[in-house]
């Protein structure tokens, strides 16, 4: 059985940081590319970070570029997201996605809000 588990997120002032993990089971998390997406109300799902398979490549969103670290543990079978330097506009439920071919498995999402 597949499950894809987000944590780590909450409430956290401007300027704040976070790290949010993703726990993957079920699959063979080394052969899956693997993502954070983030949904704001009113808006649709975006990209925020991907990370290959071993992790060697990894691409980020202009809008946290800087600011935000994607990393994996293969060993783990986890999926980490470092958030630094948090904005309001970051606030949104976040997801994790794993994809290979015409599969993809994502978690429920968890909510990181940032506000004073």
């Known amino acids: 059985q597949v499950q894809v588990v987000e944590s780590g997120g909450g409430l956290v002032q401007p300027g704040g940081s976070l790290r949010l993990s993703c726990a993957a089971s079920?699959?063979?998390?080394?052969?899956?590319?693997m993502s954070w997406h983030r949904q704001a109300p009113g808006k649709e799902r975006e990209l925020v970070a991907g990370i290959s398979n071993l992790g060697s490549s990894t691409n980020y969103a202009d809008s946290v570029k800087g600011r935000f670290i994607i990393f994996r543990v293969n060993a783990k079978n986890t999926l980490y997201l470092q958030m630094n330097s948090l904005k309001p506009e970051d606030t949104a439920v976040y997801y994790c996605?794993?994809?290979?071919?015409?599969?993809?498995?994502w978690g429920q999402g968890t909510q990181v809000t940032v506000s004073s």
């Open positions: 079920g699959f063979t998390f080394s052969n899956y590319y």
């Open positions: 996605k794993g994809a290979r071919g015409r599969t993809e498995y």
